[in-house]
Each structure stands twice: as structure tokens, then as C-alpha cells.
């Protein structure tokens, strides 16, 4: 299949292929091409770009993990909702506790009532505990399940992603480099997901997982921030319909978005955005 660039609302497809390249699978060397080609890699075009590159890998990685833990029994196992709850925030609970505000903004698109139920469902099943001032931690068995999470993982991004052995360790390093650069813009989500726990023997191809997975609410505050400088609320947003004010929104978000990426060289940032492509998943 072509490769296809989005950039600010519409799709390209690019169908030249690199003489040598595997067939229905573009080379990093064609990407890296096509990219400079076709797109300008400054920081508020660039975030665009990768965003859907981010988001393909991490669901990729969480939809396998999920469906292979499915069929793993867990003791004190709480409803699915719940437990997809536990998943979701399980790079920040085995780094530190996530506040109210921080669960507010992470499930800032979700109805309120069924967050609380989903919190309730993990308190109730002993994985987690509250703080004095309303904030959430894992117990010692939610943390043991959230470490066998964690290993599923790490076995579903090294089978998915071993053919590609080489370059994960630069890939996971640039990924590192914006997680770190992204605390000094991120909003609530991000701070409260971000640095991701990082297990002393984990793999490149894991620490790229979880590096993505985090740096994709950086962008999740950057679009709540643009909508509400624009006087919109979360259910106002989604009712917005295409149109001038969308795209305002949407440049803003870019523009935020794009701050962690300046910390990249333009050559980075193509190294990085065609080593992800050529990541299968």
C-alpha cells in the first residue's frame, strides 16, 4: 500500500517506491525523501505530521496488549471499564500518583459520572487507594497488575517491532529527548502521565512504546488550550462543526503542539518521523 502524508486537513498520496525497497512497505530512505519533498518540518507543520504516526503505533501496541491480557484471568480484577481505566494510567501510577485534576484532564472528553464509577470499580476491587487530598495510587496488588501490564507490552512491541531491532534505540532516544522537552508546555494530562515509568531492564522497543504513548496527551492539552482561549468547552468542541473556526483551532493546537519538536533538528525530526513509519502496526 502507498504511504499517505496528512498535513493541515488533507491526505497526499505518495506513490514512488525506493528500488530495493520490500514490497507494500515503504523504506526509511524513500520516506525520508518524500518527507523533505512534500512537507515543511518546522515545528507547528511538523506536529501534524506525526500525530497520526504517534497515535497508529501506541493504539497498534495497547489494541494487541489488551486482547491478549483479555484471556489472562487476574485476581481482584475489577469491571472492564475499570480495568481499561487501569491501563490507560498505568505509565503514571507505577511513577507517582495522579491527582483529581490530572484525572480531570486526562478524561476530560468522557462523562464525569462514568470516570467516577470507573474509580470507584478499582477502589473497590483493592488496585488502588486515594491520598489525603484526592489523589490516586496503586495498592501493592494494583501494582503488581500493573507491572504484568507492563510485560505484555514489552512482548507485544518486541514481537511487533523486532524487524526493525536497529533503529529503535535512536527512535526511543528522540522520543525521550521530546517527553523531557515537553514538560515545560504540557498542560494537566500531560504532566500528570508524563515521564513514563521506565523499568530498570526495559527494552528500547517498550521505551519507545510508553515515550509515545505519553507524548500524545502533550498534543491532547495543547487542543483543550486552543479551544478554550477560543471560549469553547469540551461538549462546544465537539459540536463544532468544519469551518474557519476549526481550523483556527486546529493551527493553534499545532502551533502549541509543536513546541517539544523545536528541541529536534530538522534532520531529526525527518529521522524520527520515517523511522516511525517504517514501524509496522
Keep these: 500500500m502507498p504511504s499517505r502524508v496528512v498535513r493541515h486537513g488533507y491526505s497526499r498520496t505518495v506513490r514512488q517506491w525506493c528500488p530495493g525497497s520490500v514490497p507494500g512497505r515503504p523504506s526509511g530512505n524513500w520516506y525520508r525523501r518524500a518527507v523533505a519533498d512534500l512537507a515543511d518540518v518546522s515545528p507547528d507543520r511538523y506536529a ?19 486482547a491478549r491480557a483479555a484471556g489472562t484471568p487476574v485476581p481482584h480484577a475489577a469491571a472492564p471499564g475499570a480495568m481499561r481505566m487501569l491501563g490507560q494510567l498505568r505509565t503514571a501510577l507505577l511513577a507517582r500518583s495522579v491527582t483529581a485534576a490530572g484525572l ?26 486515594k491520598t489525603d487530598d484526592d489523589a490516586i ?3 501493592g496488588t494494583g501494582r503488581a497488575v500493573l507491572t504484568e501490564m507492563y510485560k505484555v507490552s514489552a512482548d507485544v512491541a518486541r ?13 526511543s532516544d528522540l ?9 515545560a508546555t504540557g498542560g494537566p494530562a500531560y504532566t500528570a502521565m508524563a515521564p513514563p515509568y521506565e523499568p530498570p531492564d526495559a527494552t528500547a522497543a517498550l521505551l519507545l512504546h ?7 496527551y502533550h498534543r491532547a492539552d495543547a487542543h483543550a488550550a486552543a479551544w478554550q482561549a ?7 468542541m465537539r459540536q463544532l462543526p468544519a469551518g474557519p473556526s476549526r481550523d483556527a483551532i ?9 513546541g517539544p519538536y523545536a528541541t529536534l533538528s530538522p534532520d531529526e525530526r525527518i529521522t524520527f518521523l520515517a523511522g516511525l513509519a517504517a514501524l509496522p502496526g
Excluded at 480531570?104 to 488496585?127: C, I, P, Q, S, T
Excluded at 517491532?161 to 527512535?171: H, I, K, N, R
Excluded at 522520543?175 to 514538560?183: N, S
Design 104 to 129: 480531570a484532564a486526562v478524561y476530560r472528553y468522557r462523562d464525569a459520572d462514568d470516570v467516577r464509577r470507573d474509580v470507584e470499580g478499582l477502589l473497590a476491587a483493592g488496585l488502588i487507594d
Design 48 to 66: 501534524p505530521l506525526i500525530a497520526p504516526v504517534i497515535e497508529r503505533l501506541t493504539l497498534a501496541v495497547v489494541n494487541k496488549a489488551m
Design 230 to 236: 477560543a471560549g469553547l468547552t469540551s461538549v462546544t
Design 137 to 139: 495510587q496503586p495498592t
Design 250 to 258: 486546529e493551527a493553534e493546537t499545532n502551533r502549541r503542539a509543536g
Design 210 to 216: 510508553t515515550r509515545l504513548s505519553v507524548l500524545r
Design 159 to 171: 514481537e511487533s517491532w523486532g524487524s526493525q531491532e536497529g533503529s529503535l534505540a535512536g527512535l
Design 175 to 183: 522520543a525521550g529527548r521530546l517527553v523531557h522537552a515537553a514538560l
